[in-house]
């Protein structure tokens, strides 16, 4: 392999069966397996180019079957037993903050959503939004990604951000929910359920598709020490909705697994209990390590991931290693898969996000 590396693998063997037994502690890890959120499209290029000899194609618009059929090399070669795909759900007339990006591996502009005042300020903009839009699903990457997967290889779906990061960032605003949370909490919870029922109507389209394995969800709920409304709130407002689809899933023999941002921890047994997720996502060592996750809450839910994503982009390659390691040493026996935290940015060093891999690939079983 290029550089030393054992990754991107020449004859990958894929296989989500066994991957699942691993997540469900009905057996121990013979290998390594892998887990990722997503990987950013600069990462992916710079591996395409770079390690595969390939000429990136840089989105769908461009040319559809080939960027989908590039996706899947990719999470093949990297050692992936699933690819996740997402999209199809428009959120339409949202407000976006735009930057230089300064990244290595530069997309030129980086944008965030406006987190002060959203496009919904009333009921008559609720009843103005074009709802419609959102509505209007397209399924054209499933339908195709489905029939395309080689042999052992799933498909993870999620069509968009979660009901909260829907309706708080993008159509409320984030300063503007806190605000009707008091003012009009009936117009906020319209909103969450508007945008929680498109997000149910797209999952009961795209889980019957050949090679739908489950659904990988993201809604980011929190920051360093806590969750960005309270568990009441998230009660009431939210956990249904993720309780809906793991059950639309469940009811599939499918898998749900979450990925969320933030402190959790005052909401976690919902989560579990409750939603009934089968594995958990995105992990800071300033919250909480994944070794100490597995320690608490391994013999109930599997975790994904763990490598820290200030660790994978500031550390030399030889801490990199020894830190990766020592995860590797206390979770590969427990219902758990290598990835990064939270998901590969592009201002990772691609160098260090294949190190990664490639520790996971040097275990050997005792």
Not at 316 to 325: A, H, I, P, Q, W
Request: charged share 25%; proline share 5%.
């Amino acid at each position: 392999m290029p550089h030393g590396l054992r990754v991107p693998l020449a004859k990958p063997t894929p296989d989500f069966d066994e991957l699942l037994r691993v997540l469900r502690g009905e057996k121990q890890a013979r290998r390594v397996h892998f887990a990722e959120l997503f990987v950013d499209g600069e990462i992916v290029s710079k591996v395409l180019s770079d390690f595969l000899g390939e000429r990136p194609i840089s989105s769908p618009e461009h040319d559809f079957e080939g960027f989908w059929d590039q996706q899947i090399r990719f999470w093949l070669r990297m050692g992936y037993d699933y690819i996740r795909v997402s999209g199809g759900l428009s959120i339409p007339e949202v407000r976006h903050r735009v930057t230089d990006d300064t990244a290595a591996l530069s997309r030129g502009e980086r944008g965030w959503v406006e987190e002060g005042v959203g496009v919904i300020q009333s009921r008559a903009d609720y009843d103005a939004y074009p709802w419609h839009v959102m509505e209007k699903m397209d399924f054209a990457a499933y339908e195709y990604v489905s029939r395309r997967l080689p042999d052992g290889m799933k498909m993870l779906v999620c069509p968009s951000s979660g009901v909260f990061e829907i309706s708080s960032e993008y159509l409320l605003g984030f300063e503007g929910m806190s605000m009707m949370l008091y003012e009009d909490p009936a117009l906020v919870e319209a909103v969450f359920n508007r945008v929680g029922q498109c997000i149910l109507d797209f999952y009961r389209n795209v889980i019957t598709l050949d090679n739908v394995a489950g659904i990988f969800q993201g809604d980011d709920l929190g920051f360093k020490t806590s969750t960005f409304l309270s568990p009441a709130h998230l009660r009431r407002l939210v956990l249904p909705w993720h309780k809906r689809y793991a059950a639309l899933a469940h009811g599939q023999g499918q898998v749900y697994w979450f990925h969320s941002c933030g402190n959790l921890t005052r909401v976690m047994d919902d989560f579990i209990d409750d939603v009934k997720i089968d594995a958990y996502n995105s992990f800071q060592d300033e919250i909480i390590p994944v070794s100490d996750f597995v320690d608490t809450f391994g013999h109930r839910v599997a975790a994904l991931g763990g490598v820290d994503v200030d660790c994978l982009c500031r550390l030399e390659e030889d801490g990199l290693r020894k830190y990766v390691r020592r995860i590797i040493d206390h979770c590969a026996q427990r219902r758990w898969a290598l990835g990064s935290g939270n998901s590969v940015p592009n201002y990772a060093p691609v160098r260090n996000y294949l190190v990664m891999l490639d520790e996971g690939l040097r275990w050997q079983a005792p």
